[in-house]
């Protein structure tokens, strides 16, 4: 195994137990994020990422962090010092996600790392420093939104007597043209009446007494 890349982000207050974040790629083909380099008290140390533990409540069965006084579901209240301890004595609130399993491995890492850590505090003096621990993927991300941006463009085709042209677009089908009735010739349009009919309408109940 080799560690081909190490990469740091470091704290804003340089007097806190926690001094920074790190990311190591394993032969250029596997990450491991969330690394801390934590001040301890024989020297600075690399802890591996980690997740909290948890247990579950009597009443409800949801799960709460070991250090949860009340169910975060029901609110029952939950026992005092639920956690496991370890040989020294200490509550094992923590659980390692990613670990070396042997100390040979753990060694490695840290030296690797504390090194890095050492050259990025020496960096970060400079004018323009930029971390780059959070600039995982930011490439590919960059390349996928050209790629969208150029399939949206249209397409432009040689033409005849200019140098480009733009192809429209495909016009959508017309329906069939109906033609409307003749309000003249129509059946349903309103006719003259003829002479004899006016003279009828006209005369009409004209000897009722």
């Given at each position: 195994?080799?560690?081909?890349?190490?990469?740091?982000?470091?704290?804003?207050?340089?007097?806190?137990?926690?001094?920074?974040f790190c990311s190591i790629t394993l032969d250029h083909c596997f990450v491991i994020r969330d690394l801390k380099i934590i001040r301890?008290?024989?020297?600075?140390?690399v802890a591996m990422p980690s997740r909290k533990l948890t247990d579950r409540c009597p009443?409800?069965?949801?799960?709460?962090?070991?250090?949860?006084?009340y169910c975060n579901n029901c609110g029952v209240a939950l026992k005092p010092d639920r956690a496991a301890k370890d040989e020294q004595g200490r509550a094992k609130l923590y659980a390692d996600i990613a670990h070396?399993?042997?100390?040979?491995?753990?060694?490695?890492i840290?030296?690797?790392?504390?090194k890095a850590y050492e050259e990025e505090l020496v960096k970060a003096q400079q004018p323009g420093y930029r971390c780059t621990y959070?600039?995982?993927?930011?490439?590919?991300?960059?390349?996928?939104?050209?790629?969208?941006?150029?399939?949206t463009q249209p397409v432009i085709v040689p033409a005849k007597g200019s140098s480009h042209r733009i192809e429209p677009a495909a016009s959508q089908p017309q329906p069939p043209h109906v033609p409307q009735?003749?309000?003249?010739?129509?059946?349903?349009a309103p006719t003259q009446p003829t002479t004899a009919e006016k003279v009828t309408q006209d005369d009409f109940g004209a000897g009722v007494v």
């Open positions: 195994m080799e560690i081909t890349e190490v990469r740091i982000k470091l704290m804003d207050d340089p007097h806190e137990r926690l001094q920074g301890g008290t024989k020297g600075s140390f009443r409800c069965d949801t799960k709460n962090h070991l250090r949860a006084n070396p399993i042997n100390s040979e491995c753990r060694e490695k840290q030296q690797r790392v504390l959070d600039d995982y993927g930011e490439e590919a991300y960059a390349t996928l939104e050209e790629d969208r941006s150029q399939e009735p003749d309000p003249k010739t129509s059946s349903d």
